[in-house]
């Protein structure tokens, strides 16, 4: 080709091969930087789940309840849905309380339990649990006083201390106080139990000072929001707390968000855009991992917990590597597991119904139970919305255990009816569901027994039905 077929042969090249506009290349640039941010706020979202929900819990704790470090809030009867954390029971009593070790160790003080059921657990601000509490805990239903330290703490430990070494400063605990029955003696007895409980700086002068704060039936908000303000909450709990090994790839890529140590965490309005683009993908990934569980007995439909989870005791920290996306699923789901699930508790989750379809608020349900559920203490079946793992707000009736006055069958057995309205004839056994929004439900066992165990007891399917009227 001579020069003058070459210079032809340039001028008519494709148009790829046009030089692009610096514009255009410009703005390809801050497409790709825009989908790279995008993919960095799933990923922050799913890695510091467990911290939004621990701060959504203190944020509560301190606004809702007015509640101080010192301080235990309770609820003097079961839960109604303005009890808003992930996933609780309807049927316990609960203790919940903040801590923080940053001026020095923090004592939580537990009387032993006596005829009162008592068990929970005390976790850092990641959840990660650091003792079970109770008869199936390190005080054994003895009681004990648990020490709480700081991060490299390395102080006398006090003698007839149970010492907890966390990798945080902040810290919550979560006991369920179980009455033999929910008559007013018993409810009363488990009360006085509460009332022994303290929290207190070790060392303190008067460590007697821990207020009881009853929160029954009033507002306790703390879902954690799955909008833009998830990060800013990842933010503030990132600059409070040490770095752990484990985290240093996470802490580099979260810097593209602008949230790092020493750093205000202040997003223009591109990048909260790009935000709320992401927790919206996160939310809707831990919604759909929480419904896609292998089933506890062949062919059903019914899930336990996940199982790296429970070997690890809830640190989620195996031989190799660390399972974020097992752990933001848990930790949206819930809050508060034990160290050993499966000891003083044990539960199931479904999600589906008999053929496979989500369960919607707007259609009924029948669940089947078998008699001689195998507990020691009781059992429930609690009814949550799958958009929060929260109560259903506004619900009239959110759980059926074995304390409640039910209709039996012949047998012994139990069927169970989930709907936005009760089925005539059936009202005590009824759950309410809110039309169109997706539902899923716990079955728990307090105290669960060996049958629950070597599956020889086995739960009924949740199947749809039709009709208010039930023959």
């Not at 506890?296 to 019914?302: A, L």
Request: a neutral charge; glycine letters at 8%; one cysteine or more.
């Amino acid at each position: 080709m001579n020069a003058k077929e070459l210079l032809a042969h340039l001028m008519h090249r494709p148009a790829a091969f046009v030089r692009r506009p610096k514009a255009d290349a410009a703005a390809s640039a801050d497409e790709a930087n825009r989908r790279t941010l995008h993919r960095r706020a799933v990923e922050a979202a799913i890695w510091g789940m467990p911290l939004v929900s621990f701060a959504a819990m203190r944020e509560a704790f301190f606004r809702d309840a007015g509640a101080n470090y010192g301080d235990l809030v309770y609820l003097s009867k079961p839960a109604d849905w303005r009890f808003q954390i992930t996933t609780p029971s309807a049927s316990a009593l609960y203790v919940y309380f903040n801590f923080n070790t940053k001026e020095g160790p923090v004592v939580l003080d537990v009387p032993a339990s006596g005829a009162v059921g008592l068990f929970g657990s005390v976790l850092d601000a990641w959840q990660t649990p650091l003792a079970d509490v109770g008869p199936n805990g390190e005080d054994e239903g003895h009681g004990g006083k648990y020490l709480l330290l700081p991060p490299g703490y390395d102080g006398q430990i006090p003698e007839g201390h149970l010492p907890l070494r966390a990798a945080t400063y902040n810290g919550y605990g979560v006991l369920r106080v179980i009455p033999a029955t929910h008559a007013n003696a018993d409810i009363a007895r488990a009360i006085e139990l509460i009332k022994q409980l303290r929290v207190y700086r070790h060392g303190a002068a008067s460590p007697t000072t821990t207020r009881y704060i009853d929160i029954a039936g009033k507002p306790f908000d703390a879902i954690p929001s799955m909008d833009e303000s998830f990060y800013e909450a990842l933010a503030r709990l990132v600059g409070e707390e040490p770095v752990q090994a484990r985290d240093l790839v996470a802490m580099a890529q979260l810097r593209a968000l602008g949230i790092e140590k020493d750093r205000t965490f202040a997003p223009n309005s591109a990048t909260r855009t790009v935000l709320r683009a992401a927790i919206r993908e996160a939310h809707a990934t831990f919604k759909r991992e929480a419904a896609s569980c292998e089933p506890f007995w062949s062919g059903s439909h019914w899930c336990a917990a996940p199982s790296v989870g429970q070997r690890t005791g809830f640190s989620f920290m195996t031989s190799d590597h660390l399972e974020v996306d097992e752990r933001g699923m848990v930790y949206f789901l819930a809050c508060a597991p034990p160290q050993r699930l499966g000891a003083a508790t044990f539960y199931l989750g479904g999600f589906a119904d008999a053929d496979g379809a989500a369960l919607s608020g707007e259609h009924r349900y029948r669940l089947h139970v078998p008699a001689d559920v195998p507990v020691e203490q009781y059992w429930a079946a609690t009814v949550y919305d799958l958009e929060t793992a929260g109560l259903v707000r506004q619900a009239p009736k959110l759980a059926i255990d074995s304390y409640q006055q039910t209709q039996k069958n012949a047998d012994g057995s139990l069927d169970i009816y989930f709907g936005p309205s009760a089925p005539v004839g059936r009202e005590s056994n009824w759950v309410y569901t809110a039309p169109g929004k997706p539902w899923f439900t716990f079955f728990r066992f307090y105290g669960p027994k060996k049958a629950v165990f070597d599956r020889t007891w086995r739960l009924g399917e949740i199947e749809r039905i039709s009709g208010a009227t039930i023959h």
